[in-house]
Structures are given as structure tokens and as C-alpha cells.
């Protein structure tokens, strides 16, 4: 099993959260939108010009530009 | 006595909806003081007993990150309601427990209201209300805002809770052995200290410190410096400690712990998934068509070329009779009122005032009400989504298309709706910069002076021109938020994360009541303000009056034009005959030239006159003499002012607007103007200061400080432009 950035995942492809290794603003950000730890997602698609990047996680959808999804590192399943 | 509820939730979770539901027409919006966060409140009675209902910003969480969580947080502490309502959508009900949570740590007595308990069955999720109510401590009940089920139940258990629960309970949750050592130290100090004891418990204190809450850090340091350090050194130390050994932030283990804590909580028997979570819902289905990566944008164009066309010719109609009421009693006040400053005052400052502040109305309806759909329905976000690639080049935001569409992106909108819909915009710096940059855009008032000099230099090219100079607006309009991003807005992005929310059908009654607010809200608060600076500019164009020796040597003229035409001609223009002969076609043209001639030296003479020619040597660097300088002054009030007020210095009596022919062969004949002042002008008229209609929105959205600054900025700016038109054109030998 890999661990990857956010970024570099594809669509539809499933992983789940290693680490945020971010704080202040974003990282709560993240936080408060479920993106902790332990949490699954699965990249749903992306904008027409490839950012941002939309995600589901827990049961909604998130979307989050790519230079925050660079602070996500997810092993893939 | 009153009963003080309030209403808590994250955005989307229907919070709104459940606050209609439940108090109707009967609520009231206002600002919280110098930010632009709603403060709703709303009455009812239930059982007897009378209830204000307090309709909280929609947050996530409840740290001191933005303004809305500090209202919401403030409120909470401050005003102590007698019950909290926390409305968390059953759908996705792992994420909306993250903010009940934090609310158990406050104390607040709460009473969890499961909203959308049908859009989580029909998604294959169930719920057992009893069993999270158990677990939580707290009442849960089931509701369905949108049809109004569970509402009385709801009350029932509220009223319930407040008439039981005084005291502030906090809940304790365990954040791990690391914080579970620290956090005692904590609290001994701030209970021996009594730090803020009357405000928050001790723990939820401790807490805020070590999660880095700036607001409750700032508070500490006023009401106990001493303390407040030594709490600081304690949480830097356990900082370092989990930085150390975790690679943590201490708010990372917070919430960390506040997840465990919900995820053990619903794994003894609160959910049952009867689907893979995979699944795809229509509303996924939706979006695999309108964020599609080709088929997206086309249709996102679409759309929001319908909502310009539904608010800006839906509009035209109740504009126009605004419009026809307001000449109608012009013309009245025209016959009855004898001729004099009190007529002109009637007419062209209240009237006209008045007209000018209610002529918005239909405007701001329409496109409230077309924003509210797209928003309610979930598009918006989407559309912040596709488009933010885009403007995050130039420091803005994703959300930033709709009010530069709205003001005139495509030409022909209005900026002062375009101003009002920042509002949809959360990230601060992103939205100043777009209600300051959305007057740039070339709105309808600016489209008969564009047309006018337009047609008067470049007539052969006319449709190219226009569609150039809308290009221009949004290049400059661009740019413009770049700089401003980079200067006095200068800072990181706030950061984009945010929810797509599934799509949802916008109840009619949440439409209605959304865009009323904020047409309330213009004409209260844009109203008296728009009126007042209306009189100003009424007097500025009037006042002084022409010294009385020059109106005198006007009726001598008229009464020689009178003497030497032969008597007959008089009784015919006196009976205003139909019939009319040359003789008298040509009298009537002396008195208009004469008149003409009276209205441009009255205009000259007054203060805006004034100010007009004692800037021509500055504005000659743009190559605008006088006429022009005092056009610009009157397109303050409104820019198509500039085409009326630029007839009247030409000496050509009213022209209008819309029709202006013979005011473009004047200018063509003039040696003043060309082609390379007309693009000057053009520039200029564009990108200078808004309309003060505008500016008052932009002070009631942001604040006084930032109108005079777009006033200022924007003239210089544009001044800047026109000169290096002109003086490049000219050197080059353009015109």
C-alpha cells in the first residue's frame, strides 16, 4: 500500500488519510470538514482546468485546491 | 417573560429552512456591527409562551477563525439563551456532529434537532434518535424542516430543556494522555485565578488555550496578564511536547479526539447503512453532467446568461413604470408648483431622488431572487468550483463570477445588485477585492454615453468597439483586483475548502422571504442616504444662481426675440396652435437657443461648474476641457447623467439619453474632441469613481472608509489611464 499526496491521486480513486501536516487556518478547515486522520475518501473529479479537486468524504462532497490538497497525505487502498 | 432560543448548525443543514418553518414572516435581519454577518431574529408563540428565536451564523466549528464563529460564539456566552436548537443533517450526520460536540463543551443546553430524516432513508440511512440521545446527554428529535414535521415536538422539548436546564453543563471528552496531563494544570490555574470564570468554564478556557484561540488568548491577556502568561508558557511547553513526539499540533489532537469521540458514539447502534457508501444519489448524477469537464462550463454560461437575462428584461417592465410614475409626478409638480428653486428642488432633487433609489428595487428583487435559487439549489457552489482556477490568478475567489456578471460583465448590468451579491462570498480579502473591483464593469448607465462616443468616432465599427471596450472592462476589472490584492489587500488566500452540497429542490416561501430581506434591507438602509446625497448634487449643479444682471440681460434678449416678432406669431405660440407657420417654427428656436445659452452659463456658474473649469488645466493632460470635466461631476449622480449634463454645457437644452444625435454631430464638429479623447474619455468614464448609489453600497457592505477609498482610488486610477491615452494618442498623432 502506497502513501500519496492528494494531488497526485486520480478519479474515483479511494484512499484513506495518513496525515494533514498543516495548521493554523487550513488545518482547521480541514479539521471542521472531517478531513482528519483515520477518515475515507475518494477523489470524485476535478475542475475543468484541473483544480480544484473535489472529494467525498464522510458523506458529503468537499472540493479544495490543489495547493491545500498538497498538505494530504492518503494511503491508497 | 421572553424566552431566548437560539439556532445553531452547519451551512446546508437546513438551518434556515427550520428557522422559516417556525417563525414565518415574523423575523427581522439586521448586521452585527461593523461585519457583514446576518443577525436574524424571529418571534413566536407556542403555548403561550412568547419566544425570540435567534438564527446563528451556519459554521462548522466554533474557534475564533472567522467572523461568523465569533458571532456565533459570542451570542452563545453572551446572551446566554435559555435553549440552543442544534440542527445537524441525518444525511451526513458524522460531520455535524463535530459542531454539536464543541457546543457540549461550552455547556450550552441543547437540544439536537435531526433534520432530513427522509433524505437519509431514501439514502439508505436510519437513525435511532433514542439511542444518540442517550449517548449525547441530550433530547434528539427528528424533524423535517422542509414540510414542517416534528416542528411541534421539536418546541415541545425545547421549551422542555429551558425551563429545566439553568445551569451550563460542559460535557468532558478525553483528548488522549498527552493534553490529559496538561489540561489539569490548566484548569487549577484558571479556577484559582478566576480567568474569564463568569464568561466560559475553566476547562472550555483551557481548551481554547490549547487549541491557540486567539480571541480567548486576547482576553485573557487584558483581564489578567500575569496569568495569561503563565498559561501560554504552559501551553507552549505541551506545543513543543506533541510537536515533538506526535508531529502534532495540539488542535490537531483536539479534533482528532472530538472524531473518536462521535465515531464510537455512533458505532453502539445509532446508524445502520443499508447501502455501500460508494453509492452514487442523483445528486452525484447531477454533477457527472454540470461540473462535466467539457459540457460544464457551456452549460454554467448558459445559466448565468439566463439569470442576467431573467433579472436584467424581467426587470425592464417594473422599471419602466417606476420610471413613468415618477415623470408623471414630476409633471404634475411641473404644472401645479410656480416656477422657482422650490419647483426645481421638488422635481429634479426628491423626485428624481427618490426615483433614483426606488428605480433599484426591481433590480435588486430579480436578482436576489435568481441568486437565491442558484444558491439554495447548491449550484452557486459549483460554480465557484469551475471558475476558481481562474480568478484565484488574480486574487480572487471562485465566487467572484456571479457579482461581476450581475454589475456587467456582460455589458449592461448594474453594480449596485453586483455590490450586493458579494455577500455570497466568505473569504474576506477575496470579497473586498471583488466589491471594489465589480464598478469597472461597463453597467447599463455606462452604455449610452459608450454608445455616444462610440458612435460619434468609431460609428463604422460600432459592435466591435463595444464588444472591445467589455473586454477591456474585464481585463482592467482583473487586474485592478490583482493590484489591490497585492497592495493595500495584500495577505494568503483564505483557504477554498468548502462543501459542494447535494443539490436541493429551493422552497418558494425560503426564495421569497431571501430576497425581500435584502430589498428591505437596501431601501432601509441605501435609501435615506441615496435621497440626501441626491438633494446635494441637485444643489451643487444649481447653486449659485447666475448673478442677477445675466438672468436679467436672458429676459431682455427673450423680450427682444418677443418685440421683434410680429404680433400675430405670439398669439399662435401663446394658443400653441397646431398649425404652427415658419415665423413661428423660428421664434420657438430663438427662445430655445436663448434658453440654451441660460441653462449653460447657469451651469457654468454653479458650484459643480466651479469645480469643472477650475480643473480643466489638470484635466487637458486627458485632453477633457470644461463641458467634459462638469459632465463627469454630474455622472456621479448616475452615468448617463454624463450624456444630459454634457448637452446642457454644449448649450443644447435636455438631451436625451437614449436618443443623443444631435449631441454626437456637435462633438464630431468640435475641435476639442477626436478620436484619440473620444478612447480617453471612454477610459476614463469606465474605471472612475462609481456612482455614489454604488459607493453607498459599498460603504453598507463594507464600510465608509472603503467607499471613499474606491472613489479615490478608482479617479486616480482612471485619470492615470485616460492621461497615457491621450498623451500616447496625441504624440503618435491618432486623432
Given amino acids: ?77 | 417573560m421572553q424566552l431566548k432560543m437560539a439556532l445553531a448548525g452547519n451551512p446546508n443543514a437546513g438551518k434556515t429552512t427550520l428557522f422559516n418553518q417556525l417563525t414565518g414572516a415574523r423575523q427581522h435581519v439586521g448586521n452585527y456591527p461593523g461585519i457583514t454577518v446576518d443577525h436574524k431574529e424571529g418571534h413566536l408563540h407556542y403555548q403561550d409562551q412568547k419566544i425570540i428565536i435567534t438564527d446563528l451564523p451556519g459554521t462548522y466549528s466554533m474557534t475564533a477563525y472567522s467572523a461568523e464563529e465569533l458571532v456565533a460564539r459570542d451570542y452563545l456566552v453572551y446572551n446566554r439563551p435559555q435553549v440552543v436548537i442544534n440542527i445537524v443533517d441525518a444525511s451526513n450526520l458524522e460531520r455535524n456532529l463535530y459542531l454539536t460536540c464543541q457546543l457540549l463543551e461550552l455547556g450550552a443546553p441543547l437540544v439536537v434537532a435531526l433534520n432530513m430524516v427522509d433524505v437519509a432513508k431514501a439514502r439508505g440511512i436510519e437513525i435511532n434518535a433514542t439511542v444518540l440521545a442517550k449517548h449525547l446527554q441530550v433530547p434528539v428529535v427528528p424533524i423535517i424542516a422542509r414540510s414542517g414535521f416534528g416542528k411541534d415536538e421539536l418546541l415541545r422539548v425545547a421549551l422542555q430543556v429551558a425551563s429545566t436546564h439553568q445551569q451550563w453543563n460542559p460535557l468532558n471528552i478525553s483528548y488522549g494522555d498527552d493534553l490529559d496531563s496538561t489540561l489539569p494544570e490548566l484548569i487549577e490555574i484558571i479556577t484559582a485565578e478566576s480567568l474569564l470564570t463568569d464568561t466560559y468554564h475553566a476547562r472550555y478556557t483551557a481548551i481554547k488555550y490549547l487549541e491557540n484561540d486567539e480571541q480567548i488568548q486576547a482576553k485573557g491577556r487584558e483581564t489578567a496578564p500575569k496569568t495569561a502568561q503563565l498559561l501560554e508558557q504552559l501551553v507552549d511547553e505541551s506545543t513543543e511536547h506533541t510537536r515533538r513526539t506526535l508531529d502534532v499540533y495540539p488542535e490537531a489532537i483536539i479534533a482528532d479526539h472530538r472524531y473518536g469521540y462521535i465515531k464510537s458514539l455512533l458505532r453502539q447502534g445509532v446508524i445502520t447503512r443499508k447501502f455501500d457508501a460508494d453509492r452514487l444519489y442523483t445528486s452525484d448524477k447531477i454533477d457527472k453532467i454540470l461540473t462535466n469537464r467539457l459540457i460544464g462550463p457551456v452549460l454554467m454560461l448558459a445559466i448565468l446568461f439566463a439569470l442576467y437575462q431573467f433579472t436584467f428584461s424581467w426587470s425592464e417592465a417594473p422599471v419602466a413604470w417606476l420610471s413613468n410614475a415618477f415623470n408623471w409626478l414630476g409633471n404634475l409638480v411641473e404644472e401645479k408648483l410656480p416656477d422657482g428653486i422650490l419647483k426645481s428642488l421638488v422635481i429634479s432633487g426628491i423626485i428624481d431622488g427618490v426615483g433614483g433609489v426606488l428605480g433599484f428595487i426591481p433590480l435588486i428583487m430579480f436578482m436576489f431572487f435568481g441568486i437565491a435559487i442558484l444558491e439554495d439549489s447548491g449550484y452557486l457552489a459549483r460554480v465557484a468550483f469551475m471558475m476558481d482556477r481562474i480568478f484565484r490568478i488574480f486574487g480572487l475567489h471562485g465566487s467572484s463570477v456571479m457579482p461581476f456578471i450581475v454589475s456587467g460583465g456582460i455589458a449592461g448590468g448594474c453594480a449596485v445588485p453586483g455590490v450586493m451579491a458579494t455577500r455570497t462570498l466568505r473569504s474576506p480579502k477575496e470579497r473586498m477585492a471583488t466589491l471594489l473591483t465589480v464598478p469597472f464593469m461597463n453597467c447599463g448607465a455606462k452604455l449610452p454615453v459608450l454608445a455616444l462616443l462610440i458612435g460619434t468616432f468609431f460609428g463604422e465599427n460600432k459592435a466591435k468597439y463595444m464588444f472591445f471596450f467589455t473586454m477591456l472592462a474585464w481585463i482592467v476589472a482583473m487586474l485592478a483586483a490583482k493590484l489591490l490584492r497585492s497592495t493595500v489587500l495584500r495577505g494568503d488566500p483564505t483557504p477554498f475548502v468548502m462543501e459542494l452540497p447535494p443539490y436541493r429542490f429551493p422552497t418558494i416561501r425560503g426564495l421569497c422571504i431571501h430576497t425581500w430581506e435584502r430589498t428591505y434591507q437596501y431601501v432601509k438602509k441605501a435609501g435615506t442616504v441615496i435621497l440626501g446625497i441626491s438633494i446635494l448634487l441637485w444643489a451643487m449643479m444649481t447653486f449659485p444662481a447666475l448673478p442677477e444682471q445675466v438672468s436679467i440681460s436672458f429676459d431682455q434678449k427673450r423680450q427682444a426675440a418677443l418685440d421683434t416678432a410680429a404680433p400675430e406669431t405670439i398669439g399662435e405660440q401663446k394658443t400653441k396652435n397646431e398649425s404652427s407657420s415658419e415665423q413661428v417654427k423660428a421664434f420657438d428656436k430663438t427662445i430655445a437657443l436663448i434658453n440654451n445659452e441660460e441653462a449653460e452659463a447657469a451651469l457654468r456658474h454653479s458650484i459643480a461648474g466651479k469645480i469643472g473649469t477650475s480643473m480643466e488645466s489638470v484635466s487637458l493632460l486627458a485632453g477633457f476641457d470644461w463641458r467634459t470635466d462638469i459632465a463627469l461631476i454630474g455622472g456621479f449622480a448616475a452615468k448617463e447623467v454624463i450624456v444630459s449634463t454634457l448637452g446642457t454645457a454644449y448649450s443644447m437644452g435636455q438631451v436625451d439619453a437614449e436618443d443623443s444625435q444631435s449631441l454626437s454631430d456637435r462633438l464630431k464638429q468640435d475641435s476639442n474632441w477626436n478620436r484619440v479623447v473620444a478612447v480617453a474619455a471612454l477610459v476614463f468614464i469606465m474605471f472612475y469613481s462609481p456612482c455614489f448609489v454604488t459607493l453607498v453600497c459599498i460603504a453598507k457592505e463594507a464600510s465608509w472608509k472603503w467607499a471613499a477609498f474606491s472613489m479615490t482610488f478608482n479617479t486616480i486610477f482612471a485619470y492615470i489611464l485616460a492621461v497615457a491615452v491621450f498623451q500616447i494618442g496625441t504624440f503618435f498623432n491618432l486623432g
Fill in chain 1, 1 to 77: 500500500m502506497d502513501n500519496i499526496c492528494l494531488r497526485q491521486m486520480h478519479k474515483n480513486q479511494h484512499g484513506v488519510i495518513k496525515a494533514i501536516s498543516v495548521s493554523g487556518e487550513l488545518g482547521r478547515r480541514l479539521r471542521e470538514m472531517g478531513l482528519v486522520p483515520g477518515t475515507r475518501i475518494k477523489v470524485c473529479g476535478r475542475a475543468p482546468l484541473h483544480d480544484p479537486v473535489a472529494i467525498r468524504i464522510l458523506d458529503s462532497t468537499i472540493t479544495l485546491r490543489n495547493n491545500e490538497a498538497d498538505h494530504i497525505l492518503v494511503e491508497i487502498e
